[in-house]
């Protein structure tokens, strides 16, 4: 009689437990999502994520993307263009937590170093080859994972750590990401540290790369091209 009550207990506490496990809040969808205490209030139009269509009137076209067969132009100062298909052109995305990209490579063409803050990514190499790699966050000792990829390869790129891909073939390359978020967000790193708006002063640059002020300034100065 002893056992069943034990058992009892038992399972009286892991269904406890995964209760409170599972009583989290949501993962954010957005950047940020700022609380209003009126919501009749006219600026109370946002939700994380995106507002919801009835059901009834959904149909195919709302669940369907074209065009992810067609070259990219690369003739950038990257030399390289990502096509996202996200729930902001892909719209029965929402919710679901999943998103697509393409990444087209000029010869030596760079993905620069970013982040997604809302996903992890699986990439797979359609046509070329790539240096891919990233970087662990400073408790992991800032540790530097690189592969170099060929047709048919495959890597991971954990949720939130910076990262880039490198065509390192001479004929242009082709990659697929998969991403675990219907909106994962980038951040490229140059343009955010240097090319935020208004500029982040100089003074912190300065003393967070251990540089001259004058560094600073140049790359304040340049022009941080946006492949995506």
Request: aromatic share 10%.
């Amino acid at each position: 009689m002893k056992g069943v009550y034990f058992l009892i207990s038992t399972l009286a506490i892991l269904a406890s437990a995964t209760f409170l496990v599972s009583a989290s809040d949501p993962s954010p969808l957005q950047d940020f999502c700022v609380a209003l205490n009126d919501t009749k209030s006219a600026e109370a139009v946002f939700v994380n994520g995106k507002f919801c269509k009835d059901p009834k009137l959904a149909n195919a076209n709302d669940f369907f993307f074209s065009g992810l067969q067609n070259p990219r132009n690369t003739q950038n100062p990257l030399g390289s263009n990502v096509t996202a298909v996200n729930v902001d052109n892909l719209l029965g995305l929402n919710t679901l937590g999943i998103s697509l990209a393409r990444i087209d490579f000029a010869p030596n063409g760079l993905n620069p170093p970013h982040t997604h803050p809302r996903a992890t990514e699986i990439l797979v190499v359609l046509e070329g080859t790539l240096y891919v790699g990233f970087v662990t966050s400073n408790g992991d000792g800032n540790r530097l994972f690189t592969k170099v990829l060929n047709k048919g390869d495959v890597f991971v790129f954990p949720i939130g750590l910076i990262h880039f891909q490198l065509n390192v073939g001479h004929v242009n390359a082709v990659a697929f990401a998969g991403l675990s978020s219907q909106n994962p967000g980038v951040i490229t790193i140059a343009n955010a540290v240097f090319g935020s708006k208004p500029l982040i002063n100089p003074d912190v640059l300065a003393k967070a790369f251990q540089v001259d002020n004058n560094v600073v300034d140049y790359l304040q100065k340049q022009f941080w091209y946006d492949n995506n």
